[in-house]
């Protein structure tokens, strides 16, 4: 059964750095684990991708263990600006065929 | 270039109707999705083409209904639509492979069903 695990919500100061995990257990061996963002009555954007072990952008860092049954978004530095929805986005087996699946999202609320 | 765009807005419909929602999008990608997301919940997947001529069904495919004559067009039917089908309807697109690289999203459809 194709499952994701997010904390619902986190809360956070400006200027501290936020990990963000999603769990997901059965994922496809050979595809990439992605991570969004949404804003209130907006669609995800695209934060960062990864395959294993460290990915780095401008804005976000990617790790991925070995097993790849978890998956670890690291904001550095969050401002007001940061508190949004974050949802990782996996590739489940589907018998025949495979499928994206979104995870259940995490709020991430930035205080001043 | 203007992306992924979705029409209508919005929509209110009475149960039993049934409509079109609108998908097409301008980069030339091979895998368009429909997304449904719920009041507070996050994004399920209703269907999926990885091409035209392909189609396939996500999480949540019954009710709905789509078909991929085109690389640019992907449109999703509801056939009779039902209270449990309000919601914000976003359509996707990506250029190849089934996860790598991002997907862009359209501004989304917001619909109720009365």
């Known amino acids: 059964l194709a499952k994701t695990t997010q904390p619902i919500s986190m809360d956070s100061y400006e200027g501290q750095e936020v990990n963000i995990t999603c769990s997901h257990n059965n994922i496809a061996t050979n595809d990439y684990i992605t991570w969004y963002q949404q804003f209130p009555s907006q669609g995800p954007r695209f934060i960062i991708q990864?395959?294993?072990t460290k990915v780095t952008n401008e804005v976000a860092s990617l790790f991925i263990p070995a097993d790849r049954k978890s998956s670890t978004l690291s904001l550095p530095r969050v401002s007001l600006s940061d508190t949004a929805v974050y949802y990782c986005?996996?590739?489940?087996?589907?018998?025949?065929?495979?499928?994206?699946?979104f995870g259940t999202g995490t709020l991430l609320a930035v205080q001043p | 270039n203007a992306g992924v765009t979705q029409t209508p807005k919005f929509q209110v419909l009475k149960t039993g109707q049934s409509m079109t929602l609108q998908c097409a999008q301008d980069m030339n990608h091979e895998y368009m999705s429909w997304y449904r997301q719920d009041p507070g919940m996050g994004l399920r997947l209703i269907h999926y083409s990885v091409g035209a001529g392909i189609t396939d069904q996500g999480e949540v495919p019954n009710g709905y209904n789509v078909s991929r004559s085109t690389t640019e067009d992907f449109p999703l039917r509801l056939l009779s639509a039902a209270p449990s089908q309000t919601s914000v309807y976003f359509c996707?697109?990506?250029?190849?492979?089934?996860?790598?690289?991002?997907?862009?999203f359209g501004p989304g459809t917001r619909l109720t069903v009365t």
């Open positions: 986005l996996v590739v489940f087996y589907g018998g025949a065929t495979n499928k994206l699946i």
């Open positions: 996707a697109s990506k250029s190849e492979g089934l996860a790598r690289d991002e997907q862009y």
């Open positions: 990864g395959y294993k």
